[in-house]
């Protein structure tokens, strides 16, 4: 299990003994707007029902979905976040081998390594430029041909932020028939409406998963939320792996009502978009941090001078920030790439003051 994503506030509180309220998480690619409103009130309205079991297949959720994607319930499994897809997916396919564009989210390998199935590595992002490998979706093919494979594929990409279109993956899950392609969607949302982030087409290729999640967009990641979406034909070997009560019955309460919430989630983005341009611009001449070029609102970002990863953390840490050390991302150098998720504006201009009172500490 890694230990070390973004987001852990409760262990950095207990390292650090400070209050976890008195902590700003930079690390986190959560929702930087307060949660949507009547979700506390509704949840505290619903209390009494975790006296019952959930529905055992989260039934309602599903239906939402369907209204929402325009396909049926049948096409939905819902499971407490998308990680336990990327850990049951391996071992329902049981693949040859597992090809992983990278730098990318770590608990892909991860979860190939717990079934037993080697790694193919094919790299996103040309580290010189800071931008994606123009042919890396033309070797990522390439490399699902030469056997019976998986392919995982965030998009938008974690922790660079970029977003491929919708329409080259498509055509690249198409071209591979024999490959099962796991396409990781859980920051879609913020980067456009449905019809526009993906889903991919409906319906699904049959060699496709989608998996989406509703921690992100919605900032409830202690609720543990998300799903898998597939074809008709591939969703029976899915559910063949899905455990009855799989989620809690707050978080299909939270779901049902969620999924029917879009005017939440276009002002996730519109907040994002501004905050973005306004961080990005005070860090423009920043002897410290140089951006690496992405579409969402969580950034990466190479460290100029002398300091370390390591370093900087932990001077922020001393402040009560909380970045993210990238140094566990395969295809990033161990100590020279952070993450910082945008937060409120109060908080990202503490964020900034921080950093430009470090600069004259360069070495």
């Keep these: 299990m890694l230990h070390g994503h973004g987001g852990e506030i409760y262990s950095i509180a207990r390292k650090t003994g400070l209050p976890a309220d008195s902590l700003s998480d930079f690390s986190s690619n959560v929702s930087p707007l307060p949660l949507p409103s009547g979700l506390d009130s509704l949840l505290s309205e619903s209390i009494q029902q975790i006296r019952h079991l959930p529905e055992v297949d989260s039934y309602g959720v599903r239906v939402a979905l369907s209204k929402r994607f325009r396909m049926l319930p049948e096409n939905f499994l819902i499971s407490g976040g998308t990680t336990e897809w990327i850990y ?85 899950v198409r071209a591979n028939s024999d490959a099962i392609w796991v396409i990781d969607e859980s920051y879609a949302p913020f980067i456009d409406q449905d019809n526009k982030s993906s889903m991919l087409t409906a319906p699904l290729p049959k060699n496709c998963v989608v998996l989406r999640s509703f921690s992100k967009i ?21 559910s063949s792996a899905a455990r009855p009560w799989q989620v809690n019955r707050l978080a299909q309460i939270a779901g049902e ?31 410290v941090l140089e951006a690496v070029p992405g579409n969402t609102h969580f950034m990466l970002f190479r460290l100029k001078g002398n300091f370390t990863a390591r370093e900087l953390c932990a001077l922020l840490m001393e402040k009560g920030l909380i970045i993210r050390d990238c140094h566990n991302f395969h295809g990033l150098g161990p100590d020279e790439y952070v993450r910082i998720s945008l937060r409120s504006h109060k908080e990202n201009l503490k964020l900034l003051q921080a950093l430009k009172a470090i600069e004259p500490q360069q070495k």
């Excluded at 969620?258 to 907040?271: G, N």
């Design 88 to 172: 049951t997916l391996p071992g329902i396919f049981n693949p040859e081998s597992v090809i992983i564009p990278v730098p990318t989210y770590a608990d892909y390998a991860d979860a190939a390594a717990g079934a037993g199935i080697p790694v193919k590595h094919v790299n996103l992002l040309n580290r010189n430029t800071h931008t994606e490998t123009g042919s890396f979706l033309q070797a990522l093919s390439e490399a699902a041909k030469t056997n019976r494979c998986m392919v995982f594929f965030c998009n938008p990409n974690n922790p660079t932020g970029t977003f491929i279109k919708p329409e080259k993956i498509a055509t690249a």
């Design 218 to 238: 919605f900032g409830i990641p202690g609720l543990r939320l998300g799903y898998a979406a597939a074809h008709n034909e591939t969703i029976p070997a899915l």
């Design 257 to 287: 009502w969620l999924a029917q919430d879009t005017s939440y989630e276009a002002a996730v983005r519109k907040f994002c978009h501004r905050e973005k341009e306004f961080f990005l611009s005070s860090l423009k001449e920043s002897a």
